[in-house]
């Protein structure tokens, strides 16, 4: 039995009521890796649970997948873009450094009066991103918040670099999120350790960080035994914390809902909090790592496999370079 929600809960008045996704048609597999770097199927499976990925097209950037994701979720909901009043596109592969990917969205969609920005919050984004919208929302002066999550990481991989380019697929996600009476999101947690950013990073404007150099030439660079060692240590302490602030534990969850960023890394986070794997969403089998798209994609996935139901209880864990970390629970109250 779920214990009544103590009074030191992050209380909303919002709830997700939409969900949408989309992913390029063009698949890279294992095997076709193993014929540009020294790797085979085998390999990539027993250690990140990687099956594939899908690869945008040379004229296909973030905002196209974006787009396409919001598209999608109002073909499939009906829902009126006229009455969104604020996009919030989480993303670290925009496809400028301005104008933002979110007014690219606010655009398609001929959406009047909304406020629009990007977030970059790597793969901790989309959740990051939530919780900015669920307190746009708590302020009153919004109500209806689309929130997407979208990468073009292919065009930041550097395909000779067998360690990151078995890793990294491209795609998006996306919610609507509105004011309700009842609110559905029960507690919020973030991290940040800016300390640790040089564990993973693609340059920008700047050739070094905290007085390091920066290798890549604005490739993905990332040191994975680092990384690796960082989300199994620090992700089940502030999954618990999260939890806490809810008067929950994790025998209360329905679903685990972490960034797909490795499976190998996913099954050693579930087994330090004591979760069943097999009681975890993840979109890493068909889509590699995402970034900011990898949760949409997996809860947009559970809800096609019908595994997602109205009343579960999930828990969204995002965490990635910065080294950032948030943590959202949440009640699903889609039907399908």
Not at 69 to 84: K, Q, W
Request: glycine letters at 10%; hydrophobic letters at 40%.
């Amino acid at each position: 039995m779920v214990p009544r929600i103590g009074p030191e809960a992050f209380y909303s008045q919002a709830e997700i009521t939409a969900i949408g996704s989309y992913v390029p048609d063009n698949r890279l597999t294992n095997d076709d890796l193993s014929a540009m770097v020294e790797t085979s199927d085998e390999w990539i499976v027993r250690r990140t649970g990687i099956h594939e990925r899908r690869i945008a097209g040379p004229r296909e950037f973030s905002s196209h997948l974006a787009i396409q994701a919001v598209r999608n979720l109002i073909d499939r909901y009906g829902r009126n873009p006229a009455d969104i009043d604020a996009v919030i596109v989480a993303t670290t592969t925009p496809d400028h450094f301005f104008p933002s990917v979110a007014s690219r969205v606010q655009q398609a969609f001929g959406i009047e009066s909304a406020l629009a920005f990007d977030l970059n919050a790597a793969c901790a984004g989309f959740v990051s991103a939530l919780q900015t919208a669920n307190g746009l929302i708590l302020t009153g002066a919004y109500r209806k918040i689309l929130v997407v999550g979208t990468e073009t990481l292919s065009k930041i991989t550097n395909y000779t670099d067998r360690s990151t380019c078995i890793l990294f697929g491209d795609g998006a996600g996306a919610v609507l999120l509105e004011r309700t009476e009842h609110g559905a999101f029960l507690a919020s947690h973030a991290v940040t350790e800016g300390e640790g950013g040089i564990q993973v990073y693609a340059a920008g404007l700047s050739a070094e960080l905290d007085g390091q150099p920066l290798d890549g030439d604005g490739k993905i660079v990332q040191n994975g035994r680092e990384v690796y060692k960082w989300a199994v240590s620090t992700i089940p302490e502030g999954m618990k914390r999260l939890l806490e602030k809810a008067g929950m534990t994790a025998a209360d969850l329905d679903w685990f809902v972490p960034h797909s960023a490795n499976l190998r890394m996913i099954e050693a986070i579930c087994e330090r909090l004591g979760f069943p794997f097999e009681r975890s969403l993840h979109s890493a089998g068909p889509y590699g790592n995402t970034s900011a798209a990898s949760i949409p994609l997996a809860l947009d996935l559970a809800v096609s496999e019908g595994k997602l139901k109205k009343g579960h209880r999930l828990a969204l864990y995002g965490f990635g370079s910065g080294l950032t970390q948030a943590g959202l629970l949440l009640e699903w109250r889609l039907d399908g």
